[in-house]
DNA sequence: ACCAAGTAGTTAGCTTCCTAATTATCTTGC
DNA sequence: GCAAGATAATTAGGAAGCTAACTACTTGGT
């Protein structure tokens, strides 16, 4: 069952092997092959998920400013969405700025700090949630639909720690 | 063992939970979870691999490109780099250009085909994956350090199969 | 043998994200 | 109480990916 079975798999284990035998290196082809695999496939998902959001008229980033506005009521400052979004403040500026166009969002300067200012999902761009969320969360099941609730839980772990790991990569 | 401890993952099982309520959906909060928490670690695992490769002056792309290169012997057409990197033609295109404006691949016409060209890896393109061969390796496997062989056979398994079920995300 | 359709590569224009620099405001330390 | 430094948001400019449209060549049907 956990035969490869694939044959499209982007990187072959038989490509990492040669790999590091070719540079005379002592790395492990299976460690190597599971690193390639995941950045390979953290593009595909990317891009997947890039088309998904494309039918709601939504990018990632976008729905994910919008879904993370509602779970917080409706009010956020640009710096927390950037922290809890993990994205750059720029970045934020830039998603806010579509939404904006588009009636989804609105600004409004802060109360508190003259600096600040808050992002508002507005009546219209809680109905886009509420409009897409069957399909959003039907095609977020299928997705996974694969997996047994066991599996899941195993992958849930495993990615977790992979992506501690990859802080490795640009870290120093 | 299993236990999350993590306590800085981006999407909570709790926010997966809110939202499949909010809506009055059916939808399993795990496998929402899994999948939410797969895109966003897609994007995470991307931007460090950016920031990986652009150490050594490269992107993910480029760097893809010109080791899809040289394990293909140093020659191959832009349509062959594009069907087997997964990217469009034109992204390969401009892949060459920035490779071959710095000197690490050269471009020339095909002999058998009048339309198409081939790319080939200069002596400078070969050397550049040389001297980054023992540092890449190194954090490829320091990435991926944190599971057991056991392990990473396991996420190599559900990995493929969940890439295989994010076509659903986009399909239809 | 020739015209139609397909394919190779490029170009143009879009989006997302980034970093660095700018402007405005807040907060501290003296 | 005011100058120096931090912080909020924006702007400007860059890279990677995409699709669609264009050019040049090849191939296949009649």
């Known amino acids: 069952m956990t035969k490869d079975g694939a044959g499209d798999e982007t990187p072959t284990l038989e490509q990492a092997r040669r790999q590091v035998e070719h540079y005379g290196l002592d790395a492990d082809p299976q460690a190597v092959l ?3 695999r995941l950045i390979s496939a953290g593009a595909r998902v990317g891009r997947a998920a890039e088309a998904h959001f494309a039918r709601f008229g939504l990018s990632t980033g976008r729905y994910r400013l ?12 640009p710096s927390r969405l950037a922290a ?43 109905q886009r949630l ?39 990569l640009a870290a120093d």
């Not at 919008?66 to 400052?77: F, M, N, Q």
């Not at 039907?138 to 047994?148: D, F, Q």
């Open 66 to 77: 919008l879904a993370d506005l509602e779970d917080h009521g409706g009010e956020k400052s």
């Open 84 to 126: 809890d979004l993990e994205v750059s403040r720029a970045t934020v500026t830039g998603l806010l700025d579509g939404l904006e166009r588009e009636g989804l969002i609105a600004r409004r300067p802060s109360a508190e700090d003259g600096r600040g200012s808050v992002a508002i999902l507005t009546a219209r761009g809680a």
């Open 130 to 168: 509420r409009d897409m969320a069957p399909e959003h969360f039907g095609r977020l099941e299928s997705m996974v639909g694969g997996l047994s609730v066991e599996e899941r839980a195993v992958f849930l772990d495993l990615l977790a720690r992979v992506v501690r790991g990859s802080a490795a």
């Open 34 to 36: 599971v690193a390639v």
